[in-house]
């Protein structure tokens, strides 16, 4: 492990376990179970899925083009702390998703505990997500813990919990 980049830390995967020129979904991939489109994905690659523990790794490359750019801040153009943990979100969902852990049920934001954000990210970083189910009860709630890190430097970290969405009773197609 690298204790330089996360002095103290518990690394949920270490940074060697992982390639991120190793891509194992794509965006289309993605697309297939996540229903994000537009300015709300915000995941660019899957580079590890390990279905047996329950890990998996992504990334988003963050561009100029993102619609926080503007706005946040002018002049300065930081990450919104929400969206590193909507990507982390998106990234559980997927896996979840993937591995039909919760079913067939869409999965939603549930809630996030513990989250701390460490550093900051701007255009041109790449946000790498790594995530680890820590807790499931089928049909009822998935909770995972995830950490985010730009060059190796924790960023962001915390638990996301994901429950079922009643897709039908909102009227939407799955």
Known sequence: MREAAVPGKDLILDFSAYDLDHVVADIEEIRRYNPQR?????????????????ICVGYKDVTPDEFW??????????????????????????HAQKHKLMGDAMIGFGGIDGVKFRGTVVPGDRVVIVAQRVQIRVGAMIRCR?????REQLVCEGEIRGIPIPVAALGGKV
């Open 69 to 94: 750019v503007r706005g946040h801040m002018p002049g300065m153009p930081l990450m919104p702390g929400v969206m590193m943990c909507e990507a982390a979100a998106q990234l559980c969902s997927w």
């Open 146 to 150: 995830f950490q985010c890190f730009v």
């Open 38 to 54: 537009f300015e709300m994905e915000q995941l660019t690659a899957v580079v590890y899925d390990d279905g047996e523990n329950d």
